[in-house]
């Protein structure tokens, strides 16, 4: 992302009545140069970031660490959000968490630790290498992975959807449409924590792979733009459902699933990949859902 796509895009959040923002990743942490030209847009649109994401994959040594951090900080960087969980520890090892949580410390950087409460089940294992969900399981018993729900936010999306795939109980897809058939998808409208892609594609609700164009934010949508959103937000995947099964002929591969938000996705992966859906502003990065 360029300064000048960063101060566009923060001008548009501000002049729709948002104050303060948090950036994420992928990682932000790859590009300090980057980061520290959003940092700047940010501070110029008058945007107060509220802290900064990272997973820490980038920690080599505390002074490399501290220096970085004493770098983000006077371009306005005064808290970071550290990954904590064993979701994340599948792929970082803690240590590096931990290099980054003292470098936090001699910066004097603030801390928001994404989520404190697993310090200790992180430290029970090896610190230097990643720990799979099963060894998770192994160490904490086996209903370890059904319960994280109750300890993390989980968002029914990427990764997620194959986790709980198999653990959490299935609904039918007739139960699962009807629930939201008179209210839609409530979450599309929601703003109280929302995302903006690296293109300036505005994310509804936490849908990763819905997107509204930046230039159509702050008014109605046009049904003809966004058919699959505004399916969605009026009747839920039952309204969704219909529309794809008649017009584009889809098949559920399942007759249930855990979360509506499975079959959405799969409708919308069968637009994109199957059908060539012209998808240019509502089904964005396209790139999404290309990759296998
Ligand atoms: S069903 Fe689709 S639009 Fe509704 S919350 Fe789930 S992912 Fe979002």
Not at 179 to 199: M, N, P, Q, V, W
Request: overall charge negative; hydrophobic content about 35%; proline content about 4%.
């Amino acid at each position: 992302m360029t300064y000048g796509e960063a101060l566009e895009d923060f001008a548009i959040m501000a002049l729709l009545g948002c104050s303060s923002v948090h950036v994420g990743g992928g990682e932000t942490l790859l590009d300090p140069d980057g980061l520290c030209l959003v940092l700047d847009a940010a501070r110029d649109a008058g945007v107060e970031i509220r802290y900064v994401e990272t997973g820490c994959s980038w920690y080599r040594d505390k002074d490399s660490s501290r220096t970085l951090l004493e770098r983000l900080s006077s371009h306005g960087l005064h808290t970071l959000l550290i990954s904590m969980s064993p979701f994340h520890n599948e792929h970082i090892p803690f240590n590096k968490v931990k290099g980054v949580i003292e470098a936090c410390h001699e910066s004097g950087v603030s801390l928001f630790p994404w989520i404190a409460d697993f310090y200790l089940d992180l430290d029970t294992f090896d610190d230097s290498v990643t720990h799979s969900l099963d060894e998770y399981r192994r160490q904490f018993g086996e209903t370890y992975v059904e319960n994280l729900p109750r300890r993390y936010g989980i968002v029914p999306g990427g990764r997620a959807l194959e986790t709980f795939d198999g653990i959490m109980e299935e609904s039918s897809i007739e139960e699962l449409t009807e629930a939201k058939r008179e209210t839609g998808c409530i979450e599309l409208s929601d703003t109280s924590h929302f995302h903006i892609d690296l293109y300036g594609n505005y994310i509804p609700g936490m849908c990763a792979g819905l997107s509204i164009a930046k230039e159509d934010l702050g008014h109605p949508l046009d049904p003809d733009e966004y058919p699959v959103i505004t399916r969605l937000a009026d009747g839920g995947t039952g309204a969704l459902l219909s529309w794809v099964m008649e017009k584009y002929s889809f098949r559920p591969q399942r007759r249930s699933y855990t979360v509506d938000c499975m079959l959405c996705y799969e409708m919308r992966r069968f637009l994109v990949v199957e059908k060539g859906f012209d998808s240019s502003k509502e089904l964005q990065p396209a790139n999404h859902y290309l990759v296998p």
